[in-house]
């Protein structure tokens, strides 16, 4: 994860050193986006260079990195799940998928990521958005059906290539700004260092063609220099457990928010060519480094107001989410229908949906911006109170959510930001309460989604800047995050939970304080 984190600076900077800024922009207010590079747009020459398919060595580069990720953990790591056979992969074939149970940033991080692997083998090989899924999809299966000796995972075969494709089309249009066939020597090679770590199968790619080394009069960039705005934040996060202790903990913590194209384009049918990217960081004793992601990519859009007051743009938006904390509390908290120690966990590593984009202003004084999203949340994965099994404290499921936010800008000082993100999620497939419990390993169930439960989970940000110097700026971050959960009939362990209600309900509240410094590149 600090990799990725200094390696998407890296790109910021690469693309810094390469052009001037927009002399038409002075000192922005933050939520006003300040435009890092002047647009340049693709050249004609790359366009027709990079969309070149090859599908032989897009299918080697797939096959290939499942092949050695296997050869490590089988030979380094010695996973049990790596001792496959040809009697493991056909029972695989002959049991069919299952829900599996492991860690929460595991499903619904890890390995999105290795399905954004997978995408970009077919990407760098000169596949579209659509396309690229394939692979990623016949990438997932591959794995799933042949290279373990676990039974294949229903929730893998869904994150992997619908989150890798999220991941996946960020990275590469991120790695697209750092690279620059024109430079020679140590420049050059930063820049194919770079692009490299930030999407390891393009980087691959390229050696393998020769790209990395060779010198042309293009930037060999397939998308030119679209309007791209970044900020990162640095400094404190201070977190409270609102229990009735009210628990607290401080520690480091640094966020990036990148807005990449034009949100406004008229029409739109290019997946991606506008997104926006959230990470956060922690420094934080118990708490896990990556706290949080959040990617918002448009698939297709059209303005329906564009005049020098106002704009509104409607479209349809592919959603990844994730979110993660861990207890701040050194002793289980006693007593029944209580909060679980772990304030909140989230990931939708597949959701899609519609969405409004607006910005409105009336003079140079003052400016609106606001967003609204209405999502399906195909797979979703939720903390869960009760259910434990292997590295699992969290429930499967679908539903939906929405995202509204509100940006106000006074001038070129002072910015304001309201957002709520909410969810909401259907545990489908429970255990039942007469289940033969000494059959299943561990004592819980494996091939269940989790609790039979309905789960809400909402985060209300409110952040406020003001500009200190230049492209400086004084940020303050209040988060609420609230979840509640529903459950249906619960048993812990073996034995039934009587708590005299059919359908008991169990929340956790957590805040959340940001104390940091931004700059707007």
Not at 359 to 365: F, G, K, N
Not at 460 to 468: D, G, I, N, V
Request: hydrophobic share 40%; glycine share 8%.
């Amino acid at each position: 994860m600090r990799l990725i984190f200094i390696l998407l600076l890296s790109a910021v900077v690469s693309v810094l050193s390469a052009r001037s800024y927009a002399d038409s922009i002075s000192a922005p207010s933050l939520y006003v986006r300040h435009i890092v590079a002047t647009p340049v747009a693709p050249d004609s020459c790359d366009s027709v260079r990079l969309t070149k398919k090859a599908f032989w060595r897009a299918a080697a580069e797939t096959a290939g990195f499942n092949v050695g990720l296997w050869a490590f953990d089988r030979y380094a790591l010695k996973g049990h799940y790596a001792y496959i056979s040809f009697n493991t992969i056909k029972e695989n074939f002959k049991h069919g998928f299952e829900w599996d149970n492991d860690h929460l940033n595991t499903n619904m991080f890890a390995h999105p990521y290795n399905g954004s692997l997978f995408y970009n083998a077919g990407r760098s090989n000169g596949y579209n958005f659509w396309q690229s899924e394939l692979f990623a999809i016949g990438g997932s299966a591959m794995w799933e059906m042949f290279m373990e000796c676990e039974y294949p995972s229903t929730n893998d075969i869904i994150a992997t290539p619908v989150g890798g494709a999220a991941i996946g089309e960020v990275l590469y249009r991120t790695s697209d700004l750092v690279l620059d066939d024109r430079s020679t020597g140590g420049e050059r090679f930063g820049r194919e260092l770079a692009a490299f770590v930030i999407s390891p199968m393009r980087g691959f790619t390229r050696i393998v063609t020769g790209r990395a080394w060779e010198k042309r009069a293009t930037t060999g960039r397939r998308f030119g220099v679209p309007p791209i705005g970044v900020s990162l934040s640095l400094g404190t996060r201070l977190l409270v457990f609102q229990d009735d202790d009210n628990l607290a903990k401080a520690g480091a913590a640094a966020r990036i928010d990148i807005e990449y194209g034009d949100r406004f384009a008229y029409s739109s049918k290019v997946p991606y060519d506008y997104f926006s990217f959230l990470l956060e960081l922690n420094a934080m004793e118990t708490q896990p480094l990556l706290s949080r992601v959040e990617i918002i990519g448009r698939l297709l859009s059209r303005t329906i107001i564009d005049d020098d007051k106002c704009n509104l743009s409607v479209g349809m938006y592919q959603h990844f989410d994730f979110f993660d904390s861990d207890t701040i509390s050194d002793e289980p908290i006693p007593g029944n229908l209580k909060p679980c120690v772990v304030p909140y966990k989230l990931g939708t590593p597949a959701s899609v949906g519609g969405g409004l984009m607006l910005r409105y202003a009336t003079s140079p004084r003052w400016s609106l911006d606001a967003y609204l999203h209405a999502n399906a949340v195909v797979l979703g994965g939720i903390l869960s109170d009760f259910y434990r099994f292997y590295n699992r404290n969290y429930n499967w499921g679908s539903g939906f959510s929405f995202k509204l936010g509100v940006n106000l800008n006074f001038g070129d000082r002072f910015s304001i930001n309201l957002a709520n993100r909410f969810y909401k999620l259907y545990t489908w497939q429970g255990y039942d309460s007469d289940i033969d419990w000494s059959l299943m390993p561990g004592g819980k169930p494996v091939n269940v989604q989790g609790d039979g439960s309905n789960a809400i989970f909402s985060n209300t940000e409110l952040m406020a800047s003001y500009r200190l110097w230049h492209r400086l700026y004084a940020t303050v971050g209040l988060n609420w995050y609230y979840r509640t959960s529903t459950y249906d009939r619960m048993m812990y362990f073996n034995e039934p939970i009587n708590w005299g209600v059919s359908t008991p309900i169990i929340d956790s509240h957590q805040v959340g304080l940001h104390l940091m410094l931004t700059y707007a590149f």
